[in-house]
Nanobody, 117 residues
Framework: QVQLVESGGGLVQAGGSLRLSCAAS????????MGWYRQAPGKQRGMVAT???????NYVDSVKGRFTISRDNTKNTVYLQMNDLKPEDTAVYYC???????????WGQGTQVTVSS
């Protein structure tokens, strides 16, 4: 049974930083691409950043240069370092694991990130 547990969310002022973590179990972590998604109130869930099994990364344009995704296969954990946070980054952030064909089908429960202006 796949389990993804996020942590590290909270309330921060604009310009501040947060580091999200996602601990995975029930999967062979090193064989899975991993991602972070977010959903703001009234909006659809969208991709923030992804990291392949080999460490290749991809970001939505709005976070490029501010957010960094990384993974530690020895700890079965993926991270999202978020710097220079903006009020528009406010959302519930979800960790996700991709299956063999690249479809993200396993999700964590989400962690709230709130950025005040």
């Amino acid at each position: 049974q796949v389990q993804l547990v996020e942590s590290g969310g909270g309330l921060v002022q604009a310009g501040g930083s947060l580091r999200l973590s996602c601990a995975a179990s029930g999967i062979i972590f090193s064989r899975r691409a991993m991602g972070w998604y977010r959903q703001a109130p009234g909006k659809q869930r969208g991709m923030v950043a992804t990291i392949s099994r080999g460490g290749n990364t991809n970001y939505v344009d709005s976070v490029k240069g501010r957010f960094t995704i990384s993974r530690d296969n020895t700890k079965n954990t993926v991270y999202l370092q978020m710097n220079d946070l903006k009020p528009e980054d406010t959302a519930v952030y979800y960790c996700a694991a991709a299956r063999w064909d690249g479809v993200y089908d396993s999700w964590g429960q989400g962690t709230q990130v709130t950025v005040s202006s």
